[in-house]
Each structure stands twice: as structure tokens, then as C-alpha cells.
């Protein structure tokens, strides 16, 4: 008899379990059908900042899979259709047809059913965050409006609420735009929640460096509307003029559906799965941005909404729902990001999640350059490494720095993942030729630091 296995959510997580899926049972075997309430299906929500931006004009490239390419693989993408329910004990979900001619709501039987909702952008509850003219950033779709509103209504000021990294690519993007950015934070540096102060001081000053006016240590109170359009920002501090206003106040997952259902969700909001990414639900998997994933520095659950996870996840869940017998092993939260010219990247624990979490660390700091000091094109690099001053393990690292800083943090994220010792780290064979590194890499000198102050 043939199997159905049933898709919400059509992006990275849920497209990627549907084509892994796909790949290892043929048709007659397993019927796939994915459920997406958006137009588009496998898009990289990754590169809306550099949409917007207009470094890439064509949408059709940010969508590495349309819904037809999927139809002809064999899996049934119904894009407009959004599942409202899920009933576990009757093995249905409750679809709404979003589509003008669509045909209202219908149950649809599932055998399996793969929860791939994503995340929804945290929208602070103040005055006027529902007005024309602010936007949250994370679909596709989202990415479209925004650039929709800089291209026809060619705002003049744009504020950025917050300080991530999705604000801060953002602002990125309008900058190229040409028009004028304020960012505002309820913290005292950007990226407060991934970086150290020390490191967030580094990002402010290449902030300012291209332009955007930062206002950190302000809440926002709300936004000043005029017939629905948001015309301004009020912090703490001060009323800032805003044409357009992009809310990079983080993301929390999108977990309610499963949770109304009775799937477990865990205290991170994020539903709980095991390491075969199976809910507490038998058959019913979760993957992406809506689940919490074990940190493997820390030992604690926690949702750490990455695309890097949520394709990796897809791929366990489409090979253990199909009989399979894979495991994700969990994250330990490396991420790079690019603001104009400068690179900032970070995995594990910062100092200051160290001190929360009780771990006694030492944290090295070091300034050197991306080549050899004499070799044309190097910039300064920033590396700072955090090591248990117990084990000498490395647990955390942050570099911030220009050309070639940015991926260095994957050399750093394998050490941390292999527990590797810092003074084991600072002996390591690493490449080296003038137009790439300096005799010494940076990262060696910061490991080679930390393990001096042990
Ligand atoms: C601006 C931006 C930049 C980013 N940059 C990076 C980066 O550089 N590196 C990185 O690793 N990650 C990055 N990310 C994060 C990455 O995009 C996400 O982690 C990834 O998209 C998560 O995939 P997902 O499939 O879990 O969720 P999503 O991509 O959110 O997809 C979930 C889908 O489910 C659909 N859906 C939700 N509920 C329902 C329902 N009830 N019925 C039907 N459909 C539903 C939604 O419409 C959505 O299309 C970025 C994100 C943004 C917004």
C-alpha cells in the first residue's frame, strides 16, 4: 500500500526532507505532498538582504527549486495552501486553500508528517508596529515587499529596530541603496546577543563607517503613523524620521501548530525532538527554525535558527521517515556575517555566556592582519578566542575583520566541535602564503594567547 507522507513548510527544512525523502522511496511507494502558504518553494531567504540591496536583481535566483521543478521530481508541492490543524489522533491536517479560486478548507491524510514551519519574526508589542511601512524579514515573500517599497516608493530614511545579524545585513542593503540608516538597539553594541561587548565595538565602529547613524541603549517606545504609514520611530531617546522601518528584533520559532496539537514543545519555544528528529509524536518529525537543537558546548536545548541547520535536519528527517537511521548531533551556533566591507563570525560560547552558564574561561584577544604585513590588499583582523581554563578547551570564538576574516571561523568551529585543547589548536599544520595569512594565521596567535593565560 502506498505511504503519504505529508510536508508543512516548503523551504530548506521541509523541501529538503521532501527531496531526501523522494530519492529513496519511488512513487507507487510513498506519495510526498508539501503544503507551503507562500508562493515559493527551496528559496534561500539568505540572500534578501542582497535583493533588497540590489547586488542580485533576478528573484528567480534566490529560488534554488520552484514549485513545477519539485512537481516533476515527484513531489506534490501545493504552494497557496496553509495548514491550519493538525489532528494526530485521526493522522490528518487541516488545509486552507489560499488561492482566489481556491476551494476552501479540507482534511488531508497523513502517515508521516513532517512539521517544517520555520520561524516568525518577534514583532515587539508597541504602538504602530502593525503600520504600512514596517517590515518583519523572513520569507521570500517578506524579502519582496520590502524591496517592492524601496523600488516604488523610494523612501528617503530608513531605522533599523535591532541589532542582529539580519538587521545588520539589512542596513547593509539600504546603505547601497542610498538612503540614510539609523539603527537603534535596546543594547549598548550590535550583535549583543552573539558576540561579546568587545567584539559588538568592533561592528558598531564598522557600522558608522559606512554610514549608519547608531542610537544603542534605546528601546523603542512605538512608532508615529500618519493614516496607517509609519512616519517615524520613538526610542527612549529620541523621534526618528522613518520612511520605511525593517524589524531585526530576532525571530522566535513557529512551533504553535504542533503545540496546539499536543506535539511537545520545549522552554525555548521550539519543538522538542530526538536525535533522529522525531517529535514526541511517533511519525511526526520536525525540522528547521521551529525546533530546538541540543548545544553541544553547553548541553542545553535551544533554538538556533540557521539555514546550515535547518538543510542538515531535512536531510535526517527525509532519510529516518523513509526507514532510514540517522542522527543529528546538535550545534554549537557557528555563523558568519557581512556588513559592506567587513566580515564578523562567531561559534560556541562568548565570554559573557560562559560567565551565565557558570564556566570558568580564559578569553584571549589579538590584532593581526589578513596577509603578510607587507603583501598589498590585507586588512585587520580581530580574533578572540575563549578557552575553559579548567580543560583548556577551546569553547567559543568571534573574529571580526575584513576580506578572508569571516570563513576563518570554520578552522575555529572544528576545534571547538572536536574539543580540541588550545594549546593543541596553536600547533596546528595551517596554510600559509603572503597573499593569505601571515606566517603566524590569526587564529594561531589568539589560540597560542589564550593558552599563555591558562
Ligand atoms: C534575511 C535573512 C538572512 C539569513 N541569512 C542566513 C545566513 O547567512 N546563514 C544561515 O545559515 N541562515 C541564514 N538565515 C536563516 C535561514 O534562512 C533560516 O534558518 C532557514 O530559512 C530556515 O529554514 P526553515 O525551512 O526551517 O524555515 P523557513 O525558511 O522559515 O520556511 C518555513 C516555510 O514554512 C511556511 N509555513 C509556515 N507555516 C505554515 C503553515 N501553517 N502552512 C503552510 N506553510 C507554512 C512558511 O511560509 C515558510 O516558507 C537568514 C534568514 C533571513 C531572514
Known amino acids: 500500500m502506498t505511504e503519504r507522507l505529508v510536508v508543512i513548510g516548503g523551504d530548506a527544512a521541509g523541501m529538503t526532507a521532501a527531496s531526501r525523502a523522494r530519492r529513496r522511496r519511488d512513487l507507487v511507494d510513498l506519495e510526498i505532498v508539501a503544503f507551503e502558504r507562500g508562493p515559493y518553494t527551496s528559496y534561500s531567504a539568505c540572500g534578501i538582504p542582497y535583493f533588497v540591496g540590489d547586488l542580485v536583481s533576478d528573484l528567480g535566483e534566490l529560488v534554488a527549486r520552484t514549485p513545477e521543478e519539485h512537481r516533476r521530481n515527484g513531489i506534490d508541492v501545493r504552494i497557496a495552501h496553509e495548514v491550519i490543524g493538525i489532528h494526530l489522533d485521526r493522522r490528518r491536517v487541516r488545509v486552507r486553500d489560499l488561492s482566489a479560486a481556491g476551494a476552501g478548507e479540507r482534511d488531508e491524510p497523513f502517515d508521516q508528517l513532517v512539521v517544517a514551519t520555520g520561524a516568525v519574526p518577534y514583532r515587539p508589542a508597541v504602538p504602530g508596529i502593525d503600520a504600512d511601512g514596517v517590515f518583519g524579514v523572513q520569507t ?100 526618528l524620521p522613518a520612511d520605511v522601518v525593517i524589524l531585526g528584533t530576532g525571530v522566535r520559532p513557529d512551533s504553535r501548530l504542533a503545540g496546539d496539537a499536543g506535539v511537545q514543545i520545549g522552554d525555548s519555544g521550539g519543538i522538542v525532538t530526538d536525535a533522529r528528529m522525531e517529535t514526541s509524536v511517533e511519525g511526526v518529525w520536525a525540522a528547521g527554525d521551529c525546533v530546538e537543537s541540543v548545544d553541544l558546548v553547553t548541553g542545553r536545548r535551544r533554538v538556533v535558527a540557521l ?141 597560542r594567547k589564550a593558552a599563555d593565560m591558562l
Not at 528617503?156 to 547593509?172: D, F, K, S, T
Not at 561592528?203 to 512608532?223: C, D, Q, Y
Not at 571561523?409 to 602564503?433: G, K, P, Q
Open 140 to 239: 521570500l515573500a517578506d524579502g519582496v515587499a520590502v524591496r517592492r517599497a524601496i523600488d516604488d516608493r523610494k523612501p528617503r530614511r530608513a531605522v533599523i529596530v535591532g541589532g542582529g545579524y539580519i538587521g545588520l545585513e539589512m542596513a547593509e542593503a539600504l546603505v547601497r541603496r542610498g538612503l540614510e540608516v539609523a539603527l537603534v538597539d535596546r543594547t549598548e553594541q550590535p550583535m549583543a546577543a552573539t558576540l561579546d561587548a568587545d567584539m559588538g565595538a568592533l561592528v558598531a565602529k564598522s557600522l558608522r563607517a559606512v554610514g549608519v547613524t547608531l542610537h544603542m541603549g534605546e528601546p523603542v517606545e512605538g512608532f508615529d503613523t500618519d493614516g496607517g504609514t509609519v512616519r517615524a520611530v520613538r526610542t527612549t531617546g529620541r523621534t
Open 307 to 447: 539555514g546550515t541547520h535547518a538543510n542538515k535536519q531535512g536531510r535526517v528527517v527525509g532519510i529516518n521517515a523513509t526507514g532510514g537511521d540517522v542522527r543529528f548531533p546538535g550545534v554549537i551556533g557557528t555563523a558568519a556575517s557581512k556588513i559592506c566591507a567587513y566580515e564578523v563570525a562567531r561559534s560556541g560560547i562568548t565570554e559573557r555566556e560562559a560567565g551565565v552558564a557558570g564556566v570558568d574561561v580564559v578569553a584571549a584577544t589579538i590584532e593581526s592582519t589578513s596577509r603578510a604585513g607587507y603583501f598589498p590588499g590585507g586588512a585587520p583582523i580581530t580574533v578572540k578566542v575563549v578557552a575553559e581554563r579548567r580543560s583548556g578547551k577551546i569553547v567559543g570564538a568571534q573574529i571580526v575583520g575584513e576580506e578572508g576574516a569571516g570563513k576563518r571561523i570554520d578552522v575555529l568551529a572544528t576545534a571547538i566541535w572536536n574539543r580540541m585543547h588550545v594549546e593543541e589548536f596553536a600547533n596546528l599544520d595551517l596554510s600559509y602564503a603572503p597573499p593569505f595569512a601571515p606566517v603566524w594565521d590569526p587564529v594561531l596567535v589568539a589560540a
